[in-house]
């Protein structure tokens, strides 16, 4: 009986890591420009800088704030792609730079 016990709790413990990596949904990258870039300096001595972009996509803007510097120029193409409260950046190096979102703003696009 307890090498039953054991043979299943191995069992179990090689499916449930296989099981949580079914659940990883892949990110749906969107194309987009950042319109605007301000470094903001934080904290009592002032010593912490954050990094304030705003982000425009196909019908909405952006506002987001990062720890880290993105290298990024201004009105250039780049992709990103949405969580529930992130923004996932890719940079010009191809590295993901997760940003705080701010605000969200909907437009319409004139015709």
């Excluded at 193409?77 to 190096?93: C, G, K, W, Y």
Aim: with cysteine; charged share 25%; aromatic share 8%.
């Amino acid at each position: 009986m307890a090498g039953r016990l054991t043979i299943a709790g191995i069992l179990l413990a090689l499916l449930v890591p296989a099981s949580l990596d079914a659940a990883v949904v892949p990110r749906r990258w969107q194309d987009g420009e950042i319109l605007s870039r301000k470094t903001v300096s934080t904290g009592r001595t002032y010593l912490r800088k954050q990094y304030v972009y705003r982000v425009k996509a196909f019908n909405r803007t952006y506002l987001v704030v990062s720890d880290i510097p993105l290298h990024l120029d201004l009105y250039v193409p780049m992709r990103f792609s949405t969580d529930r409260r992130h923004l996932v950046i890719q940079d010009a190096d191809g590295q993901e730079c997760k940003a705080a979102i701010l605000q969200v703003a909907h437009y319409r696009a004139r015709l």
